[in-house]
Structure formats: C-alpha cells, structure tokens
C-alpha cells in the first residue's frame, strides 16, 4: 500500500525539481541575509548633530574615543526591520567594549520613530536625520545604509543593504584595537 502511494501520478507532478529547490534555498537565504555592498572609506565627517527620539541631541563629536556604527534606516523597511535586532544584539554586546550605535531614520516623525523602538525593545539610540546630516554622509538615498566611524571621527566602512551581527563584528573590532 505505502508503494502504491509513494508511486501515485500525482506525487509526482507535486514533487519540485531540483531547480525549484535551490532557487527556493536562495530565495530564503538572500531573504534573511541579503547581499550588502561593503565600501572602504577614510573620510572625516564634518560637524554631525542629531536629535534623539528621547529629546536629546547627539553630536559625533561628543563620541570621539568610541566606535561608532550609524544607522540609516525608517519603520516601512523591511530589511531595515530585519536588521535592527541584530544591530540591538551587537549593540548589548559590545557598547561595554567602547562601541556606540546610532539609529537615524529617514522619516520625518520622530513620535514614529520613538513608539517603534519602545515598541520593539531596543535600547540603542534613535533619532531622526533630517537632509543636512544625510548629506554630511554624502547623501542617503536609499536604506538600510550604515557607517563605521573610527575613534578619531573616521568614516572607516560604508555598508550598503543589510547589516548584521558578523558584518558588524569584522569591521568593528580591528577599529577597536586601534590606537
């Protein structure tokens, strides 16, 4: 009977090819893990200020003596969703270790911004990045787009496309090693 049933025509035409399952593989990897363009840079950012979810302003300069990762993103990305707990994951791991993270978003309400971190838990600082400080990074046009910032005030790496805790970890702890 099991014979017959494994041997039934229309098992079959239900059965994918090999084609179908590795596409379907891909599909699922690049969902989770999508390619992100990862640029070196060696550029100082001009004077950077931005205005937390919380009311408080943050400068880059206020960070010097930190690594510093920064955080183009907004709440309609999806990439942007799916990156964000990992940054959170590698934010609790390594802030002790002297690495600060800053989330900017896009948008242009900062009760938004403020209602989805608080929504999600994460305890990184937010805020909003209104054009002047979009263009101190030399213009964000697309998102999720993060930066590395040395302790000095180096932009180090541009990563553009998704960010995750590996990714981070690679770039961030020779910076850190850093004199």
């Known amino acids: 009977?099991?014979?017959?049933?494994?041997?039934?025509?229309w098992r079959k035409r239900l059965t994918p090819s090999p084609w179908?399952?590795?596409?379907?593989?891909?599909?699922?990897?690049?969902?989770?893990?999508?390619p992100a363009w990862i640029s070196a840079e060696h550029r100082p950012l001009a004077h950077v200020a931005a205005q937390l979810d919380n009311g408080?302003?943050?400068?880059?300069?206020?960070?010097r003596g930190k690594v510093v990762v920064v955080s183009f993103w907004a709440t309609w990305c999806p990439y942007c969703r799916h990156e964000l707990p990992e940054i959170q994951s590698f934010y609790?791991?390594?802030?002790?270790?002297?690495?600060?993270?800053l989330a900017l978003s896009i948008e242009d309400d900062p009760a938004l911004v403020a209602q989805f971190m608080r929504a999600?838990?994460?305890?990184?600082?937010?805020?909003?990045?209104d054009t002047a400080t979009q263009q101190a990074f030399g213009g964000v046009d697309r998102v999720p787009v993060s930066f590395i910032i040395d302790k000095?005030?180096?932009?180090?790496?541009?990563?553009?496309?998704q960010v995750y805790y590996g990714?981070?970890?690679?770039?961030v702890a020779p910076l850190l090693a850093e004199h």
């Open 1 to 9: 009977m099991f014979k017959k049933f494994i041997n039934h025509p």
């Open 20 to 34: 179908t399952l590795v596409l379907l593989v891909l599909l699922v990897y690049f969902w989770f893990r999508p």
């Open 56 to 63: 408080r302003t943050v400068t880059l300069a206020a960070l």
């Open 92 to 101: 609790s791991d390594w802030r002790r270790k002297g690495v600060e993270v």
């Open 120 to 129: 999600h838990g994460y305890t990184f600082p937010a805020g909003l990045a």
């Open 152 to 161: 000095s005030g180096v932009v180090r790496y541009k990563i553009s496309g």
């Open 167 to 171: 990714r981070l970890e690679e770039r």
